[in-house]
Nanobody
Framework: QVQLVESGGGLVQAGGSLRLSCTAS????????MGWFRQTPGKEREIVAA????????YSADSVKGRFTISRDNAKNTVYLQMNSLKPEDTAVYYC?????????????????WGQGTQVTVSS
């Protein structure tokens, strides 16, 4: 069983930066595609970014392209989400997720493991 733990969330002013981390225990992530999703009250969880198992291919949603960067360090069993130029509309609970296969997908249902989420709040 995989346990994912996110960290790095918090309160930041618009234009600021945060770096989210997701560390796994119970299994190596080196053969898992990873995704970051976010959710606000009353809305469905949406994908923000994803990365394949070896880090060679990444995806960023249009809403965050050019501002957010996903990366991974398989030696540390950790995935990161660097968030720059944050906007109030980025406020959400951010979730780390893992697939049991190496290539990423875009739908929540295609991810097998989830973290508990970390709150990101961007003030205007």
């Amino acid at each position: 069983q995989v346990q994912l733990v996110e960290s790095g969330g918090g309160l930041v002013q618009a234009g600021g930066s945060l770096r989210l981390s997701c560390t796994a225990s119970g299994r190596t992530l080196s053969n898992c595609a990873m995704g970051w999703f976010r959710q606000t009250p009353g809305k469905e969880r949406e994908i923000v970014a994803a990365i394949n198992s070896n880090g060679a291919s990444t995806y960023s949603a249009d809403s965050v392209k050019g501002r957010f960067t996903i990366s991974r360090d398989n030696a540390k069993n950790t995935v990161y989400l660097q968030m720059n130029s944050l906007k109030p509309e980025d406020t959400a609970v951010y979730y780390c997720s893992a697939r049991s296969v190496g290539f990423y997908r875009f739908r929540e249902s295609e991810y097998n493991y989830w973290g508990q989420g970390t709150q990101v709040t961007v003030s205007s």
